[in-house]
């Protein structure tokens, strides 16, 4: 069983990755504010591919990017893996108990299991349903942290279809600005 853990944005606990560069700012946006971040992937331990339909999909390897989306007073954190040409591979939100912003890379979440990704051009679906559920015949989460985060993904489920030209514009900003700002990440 998987623990209820706090994940931050410059992805420190990930050692998958061995060498990256980093960089990160605060964000206004319509109804929405906090962090955004870009990770670059500059040296891996090995590629992450996951399955996505009957084929494996790689969201990890060397040259790879992750633009992470910190809001506040929002339930989800998404990250969108981006590959070295700057094609997005998929939108990947995770469903958080808590956000905790922190300008100047110090953001961070509380995972609630569950995960919503979505394709670009594709289908929207979720992940980790179980691992969900067995939190809460575990103990590891209440009742109505379990019920936040089905009624999280199911919002963003509805919602995300109508709006991927929207994130897909944000993400494509962002990756810009940051991709110049880059810098080595200890």
């Known amino acids: 069983m998987k623990q209820v853990y706090r994940k931050d944005i410059r992805r420190a606990h990930w050692r998958r990755v061995t060498r990256r560069a980093f960089a990160c700012a605060d964000f206004e946006a ?25 084929a494996g999909t790689c969201i ?28 997005i591979v998929q939108y990947y939100f995770d469903i958080t108990l808590e956000n905790d912003i922190r300008s100047g890379g110090g953001s961070s979440f509380l995972d609630l299991f569950l995960d919503v990704v979505l394709i670009p ?17 575990a103990g590891e989460i209440t009742p109505q942290q379990h019920a936040l985060a089905v009624r999280e993904a199911a919002a963003l489920c509805r919602a995300l279809p109508a709006r ?3 994130l897909a514009a944000f993400c494509r900003e962002w990756f810009e600005r940051l991709r110049e700002r880059l810098a080595p990440d200890a």
């Open 30 to 54: 319509p109804g929405l504010s906090g962090e955004v971040a870009l990770l670059r992937m500059d040296e891996v331990r090995e590629p992450l591919l996951v399955q996505d339909g009957k």
């Open 60 to 87: 990890a390897d060397t040259g790879f990017f992750w633009l992470q989306v910190a809001p506040r007073a929002r339930h989800w954190w998404l990250t969108a893996a981006i590959k070295p040409d700057g094609g």
């Open 121 to 137: 051009g594709g289908g929207v679906y979720t992940l980790d349903q179980d691992e969900l559920d067995g939190a809460l015949r």
């Open 164 to 166: 991927e030209g929207e």
